[in-house]
C-alpha cells in the first residue's frame, strides 16, 4: 500500500494513459465495455488524487523524481543540478489535481448513456483519458519543458474531441480547427519562452530557475510571450474567440472537461507569476495586466452571453465571465504581492478568493454543461427559441439546473456565493470600482440563466416535446454528483478554503514553499 | 554578424509564419503557416545549444578535450518535431473535414459559427 502511495503522482497519469492505449483492443473485442472501463480507471485515478492530497496536505509537498531517488546529481566538480524530469505536487498542483479528477471521471460516467454512436466510441474515450493525462501532466510537472509536452497532449486530445461529430457535421469541424490553430500558436510561443529561459540560464526546472532567475530584459521578454499566450489559452478577452465556438460544439461531457482543461492553463499562469518570477518581477504591472485580462472578460463575456440563442454558447460566454472573476481575484493577490501589509490584509482573501472560484466555477458549469447537454440529448436542439416546457417532462434536469444557476449567480447558499464574497470584500479595498464592475457582472449573469430558465424549462408542454422523458441514469448520477458537491461546498465553504483553498494560495505565495523542495533536499 | 544567422532565420520563419496565419484565406495555408512558425522556433532550440567548432555530444569514440554541442537542446526538439507532426496531421485532417461539409477551404465562406 505505501509503494502505491509514495508512488502516485506517476500512478495518476500513467494508469489513463495506459488505459487510453489498451481501448482500442478492448472496443475489439467489445465496444460495449470500454466505457464503463474508462471510467473504472478514471474512479481509480480519483481515489489515487484524493489519497495524494490527503498526504500533500498533512505532510507536506511531494517530489516524484522519474528513474532516480534524488532529483539532483552531483557532478565531479561538486557542483549539484537538478537536471531530473521530476513531478513536484504542492498544494496548489494537488487542488488543481482534485478538479481534473473529479471532472473527467463524471464526464466518463456522463458519456456512457451520452455517447450512442457505436462507431467511434473506442477512439472517444482513448481521447478522453489522453486530456485527462494531458490536464494532469501540466498540473503536477515540475518541469518547464514537460509542461509544454503536457499542454500538447490536452491540447491534440481535446481537438480531435470538439472535432468528434466534425464526421457528420461542419460545425465541430469548424471549432475544432480554430482550436487547433490558437493552441499551437500557443504552445509554440511557451516553446519559445522556454527556449530563451533556457538559453540564458541552462535550467528547465521551474524551481531550480526560479532560484535563479534575475528579471532580465530577456526574462522580461519571456513574462510578455507566456502571460498572453496562457490567457488565450484559458479564454480570457481578447483572446475568447475560441472558446464559444469549442464549448459549444464538443460533446456536453467534454465541454465540462475542456472547462477543466482551460484552468489548468489558467494555474500554469499563476505558477509562472508567483513561483517561477514572484516578487522578482514587476508584480504591480504584471497583476494589473490580470486584473484587465480580468475585467475585460468578465464584462464583455456576460455582455456577449446575454443576446445568445444557443444555450451552449450562452453558457461559453458565462464560461468566459467566470474566468475573469479568477483572474481578477488572483491578479489582485498578485498586485500587491510585494506589499507585505496590503497582502496580509487583503492579498491573500482575494487570492482565496481567486483559487476557490476555480474550483467552485468548474463544479456549476459543468453541471450547467451537463444539464444543456441532457436537453440536447433528449430534444435535439440547442436552439433556445425552440425549447420551451421542458420542467414537465424532466424534473431532476430542472432542479439540476437552478442548482446551477443559482450557484453561478452567485446566490447563497450555493458554492459561488461563497468564492464571489471573498472577490467582492477583498478587491473592494484594493479599488471599490473593480468590485462594483464584479456585482454588477454578476447580477447580469442571474438575468441571462433566468432567461433560459424561463425559455427552456417553463411555460406549456410544447406538442413536439411530447414523448420527451427523462435523462438516462448515468447522465443523472453525475449531475447529482455535481449538485451535491456544489450544496456542500456552499454549505461549509469555510472547511474547504481552510483545509484546501489556504494551503494552495499560500503554496503560490510563498515561493520558497516551491523551490526549497527541490532544492532543500540537494 | 555571421554568428547571428541563424537567429535571423528564426525571426524570418516566425515572421512569414505569422504573416501567413494574418493574411492568407486558405485553410491549408494556415496550416504551413502553423508549421513555418515551429520551423523558427525549433530552429531556435537547436541554435541555443550549438557551440562553434564542437562535436557531437556522443561520448563513444569522441576526441578528447573537444568542447561537445549541448545535447538537451537537440533533445528538446526532436521531441517537439514529433509533436509537431502530429499537429500537422491533425490540423490537415480537420481541414479535410471542412471541405468535405463546406465544400470550399476559404476561410470567409467557413463561418458557420459567429455571434
New interface residues.
Given amino acids: 500500500m505505501s509503494i502505491l502511495l509514495n508512488n502516485s503522482p506517476i500512478l495518476i497519469l500513467a494508469l489513463p494513459l495506459l488505459a487510453a492505449f489498451l481501448i482500442p483492443l478492448i472496443g475489439r473485442i467489445n465496444k460495449k465495455t470500454v466505457g464503463i472501463f474508462s471510467a473504472l480507471v478514471l474512479a481509480i485515478s480519483l481515489v489515487f488524487t484524493i489519497l495524494l492530497a490527503v498526504k500533500v496536505i498533512t505532510v507536506g509537498p511531494q517530489i516524484y523524481v522519474f528513474g532516480a531517488k534524488s532529483s539532483g546529481l552531483t557532478l565531479p566538480s561538486g557542483l549539484n543540478v537538478p537536471i531530473r524530469i521530476m513531478f513536484q505536487v504542492d498544494a496548489m498542483g494537488i487542488f488543481m489535481g482534485l478538479i481534473t479528477a473529479t471532472v473527467s471521471f463524471l464526464g466518463a460516467i456522463y458519456s456512457l448513456a451520452f455517447i450512442k454512436k457505436t462507431e467511434g466510441m473506442d477512439n472517444f474515450y482513448s481521447l478522453l483519458l489522453l486530456l485527462t493525462v494531458g490536464m494532469f501532466g501540466m498540473e503536477f510537472t515540475g518541469d518547464l519543458f514537460n509542461f509544454f509536452v503536457f499542454l500538447e497532449i490536452a491540447s491534440i486530445a481535446s481537438v480531435a474531441l470538439i472535432a468528434y461529430r466534425g464526421i457528420d457535421f461542419g460545425e465541430p469541424a469548424e471549432a475544432g480547427f480554430k482550436y487547433m490553430v490558437v493552441s499551437s500558436i500557443s504552445a509554440l510561443v511557451v516553446l519559445f519562452a522556454i527556449g530563451i529561459l533556457y538559453g540564458e540560464y541552462d535550467l528547465l526546472n521551474i524551481a531550480a530557475l526560479a532560484n535563479v532567475i534575475k528579471y532580465s530584459q530577456l526574462d522580461k521578454i519571456a513574462l510578455a510571450l507566456l502571460l498572453p499566450v496562457l490567457a488565450m489559452k484559458s479564454g480570457a478577452v481578447p483572446m475568447h474567440m475560441w472558446t464559444p465556438d469549442a464549448y459549444s460544439e464538443a460533446p456536453a461531457p467534454i465541454t465540462m472537461i475542456l472547462v477543466a482543461a482551460s484552468q489548468a492553463s489558467l494555474y500554469a499562469l499563476f505558477r509562472i507569476v508567483f513561483s517561477l518570477y514572484n516578487v522578482n518581477s514587476n508584480t504591480l504591472a504584471a497583476g494589473w495586466i490580470i486584473i484587465i485580462f480580468g475585467v475585460l472578460s468578465m464584462f464583455i463575456g456576460v455582455t456577449m452571453a446575454i443576446v445568445q440563442k444557443d444555450i451552449k454558447r450562452l453558457m461559453a460566454y458565462h464560461a468566459v465571465s467566470q474566468t475573469g472573476y479568477m483572474l481578477l481575484g488572483v491578479g489582485v493577490g498578485l498586485a500587491v504581492l510585494s506589499n507585505p501589509v496590503a497582502l496580509k490584509e487583503y492579498g491573500i482573501t482575494s487570492l482565496e478568493g481567486g483559487i476557490f472560484h476555480i474550483m467552485n466555477h468548474a463544479m456549476y458549469k459543468g453541471l450547467l454543461f451537463l444539464t444543456a447537454g441532457a436537453l440536447f440529448f433528449r430534444t435535439g436542439t440547442r436552439n433556445l427559441n425552440k425549447m420551451g416546457g421542458l420542467a414537465h417532462s424532466m424534473k431532476y434536469t430542472t432542479i439540476f439546473f437552478i442548482i446551477g444557476a443559482a450557484a453561478i449567480a452567485g446566490l447563497p447558499p450555493f458554492n459561488g456565493f461563497a468564492s464571489k464574497l471573498l472577490i467582492y470584500e477583498s478587491v473592494y479595498k484594493f479599488n471599490p470600482l473593480l468590485s462594483i464592475i464584479a456585482m454588477v457582472v454578476s447580477i447580469l449573469t442571474l438575468a441571462s440563466f433566468v432567461k433560459v430558465f424561463h425559455s427552456a424549462f417553463l411555460g406549456p408542454k410544447l406538442p413536439q416535446f411530447n414523448d420527451v422523458q427523462e435523462v438516462p441514469q448515468s447522465m443523472i448520477l453525475s449531475m447529482a454528483i455535481l449538485s451535491c458537491v456544489i450544496i456542500f461546498f456552499g454549505l461549509f465553504p469555510d472547511l474547504i478554503v481552510k483545509n484546501l483553498v489556504h494551503p494552495a494560495v499560500m503554496a503560490l505565495v510563498e515561493q520558497v514553499k516551491y523551490t526549497g523542495t527541490v532544492l532543500g533536499g540537494m | 554578424m555571421i554568428d547571428n544567422l541563424p537567429y535571423i532565420a528564426v525571426a524570418f520563419f516566425v515572421a512569414f509564419g505569422i504573416y501567413t ?1 494574418m493574411f492568407k484565406k486558405n ?1 491549408i495555408k ?1 496550416a504551413i503557416g ?1 508549421c513555418l ?2 520551423n523558427g ?1 525549433n530552429l ?2 537547436i541554435t ?1 545549444g550549438y557551440r562553434k567548432g564542437a562535436v557531437a555530444p556522443i561520448y563513444t569514440m569522441a576526441p578528447s578535450g573537444q568542447n561537445m554541442v549541448l545535447p ?2 537537440q533533445a ?1 526538439t526532436l ?2 518535431i514529433v ?1 509537431g507532426i ?2 500537422t496531421a ?2 490537415l485532417s ?2 479535410m ?2 471541405y468535405k ?2 465544400g470550399t477551404l476559404d476561410t470567409d465562406e ?4 459567429r ?1
Avoid at chain 2, 467557413?110 to 459559427?113: A, G, K
Fill in positions: 496565419l485553410l494556415i502553423v512558425i515551429e522556433v531556435f532550440l541555443l538537451t537542446p528538446l521531441t517537439s509533436i502530429a499537429t491533425l490540423i480537420v481541414a473535414m471542412i461539409h463546406y467557413v463561418r458557420r459559427l455571434g
